[in-house]
């Protein structure tokens, strides 16, 4: 049976961990709104898709070494969804598992610091900032157009408008 050790949060700024994001997306040739899946299976891992118990968490991951992790993902939510949760993971394995050089096993109830950090990595991993304000300016900051071309939700580009401060 693997022991995982206690996840521990990196205690970094946001700005800190949505730049790394970008720029570990730049190192792995991620263009906006690219396969995630493709960027899991490059880095050794998996994705599979599980049911959770009722109101439990709704993606996880398992990491059991470098290049030796699985993101689990709920049947109850839909692609874009999914995709924020599978950058998430991606987060969790890059900041808090030090891409598998700790063996983790985290479950997504709640928030706490470690879910913010993902979060924060998530939205800097879909959509780097100088992209993102970039394509704001470009496509007028209008959600629809900004989410199908991040392929994410309008609710996330909303968010991450709000916390540039780019109004409209």
């Known amino acids: 049976m693997t022991q995982y050790q206690e996840p521990i949060a990196t205690g970094q700024p946001k700005a800190f961990i949505e730049n790394l994001a970008g720029q570990i997306a730049g190192r792995l040739n991620f263009q906006a709104g690219g396969d995630l899946a493709e960027i899991v299976k490059r880095l050794g891992g998996e994705i599979e898709v599980f049911f959770p118990e009722k109101d439990k968490a709704s993606g996880s ?11 689990f993902l709920s049947p109850y939510t839909g692609a874009l969804r999914d995709r924020f949760t ?12 030090l ?16 879910e913010w950090e993902a979060n924060w990595f998530a939205a800097g ?23 199908s071309h991040f392929n994410v939700s309008t609710h996330t580009i909303a968010i991450r408008k709000k916390s540039f401060g780019i109004q409209g």
């Open 125 to 147: 991993f879909l959509m780097p900032e100088e992209a993102f304000k970039e394509q704001c300016r470009k496509l007028h900051g209008e959600l629809v157009v900004l989410a």
């Open 86 to 97: 599978i950058a998430h993971e991606l987060g969790h394995y890059f900041l808090h598992s």
């Open 99 to 114: 891409a598998g050089k700790k063996k983790i096993e985290i479950k997504r109830e709640g928030s706490n610091r470690l």
């Open 61 to 71: 991951i398992r990491v059991d070494g470098p290049k030796k992790f699985k993101i």
